[in-house]
């Protein structure tokens, strides 16, 4: 790309509180964030008027895709998911042709919501894939200690995969 831009993922675990708020908008300014992926936001802020958010109506679940004041994304395409977990926008950014995920992986039935999520990105994917989230899961059997867990062992033959 033309510009080097820099690009932060938060699981802020809501940012009801205005002090909460507060203190994460300055500390992504600080960052010179342009676009910030956030796990269950809860907010708007004017500092990144672009913003793109699925969730539900609960305060459980939520991800949204913000872009600072300035910084130019022409979105053609917007992807939501009803239970909040996922978000894909397709667009334009700085003339490069770009796919952004910010996902929020569910506690269970991971298997399903990967497999939905990975099939919902390859049919819609233009240009470049930027994917940020929260898998809600251990990616490597080695460090998941918990017995017979079938999402990690899926998470092992997903991650095994040379695409």
């Not at 994460?24 to 269950?40: D, G, S, V």
């Amino acid at each position: 790309m033309t510009n080097p831009f820099k690009i932060v993922f938060h699981n802020t675990k809501g940012l009801n509180s205005p002090h909460k708020r507060t203190l994460a908008f300055n500390h992504y300014r600080k960052l010179h964030t342009n676009i910030l992926f956030l796990q269950a936001p809860h907010f708007l802020s004017t500092y990144y008027p672009n913003f793109y958010l699925a969730t539900t109506s609960s305060k459980t679940k939520g991800v949204a895709i913000c872009f600072r004041k300035g910084f130019h994304f022409h979105p053609l395409k917007q992807i939501l998911d009803s239970n909040g977990h996922f978000l894909i926008l397709v667009g334009e950014l700085q003339d490069i042709m770009i796919t952004l995920v910010c996902y929020y992986g569910p506690n269970k039935q991971q298997h399903l919501f990967f497999h939905t999520l990975q099939e919902t990105i390859l049919g819609n994917q233009k240009g470049e894939l930027i994917l940020a989230g929260d898998t809600n899961l251990f990616l490597s059997s080695t460090l998941n200690h918990s017995k017979g867990s079938l999402a990690t062992h899926i998470a092992d033959q997903y991650c095994s995969k040379e695409y």
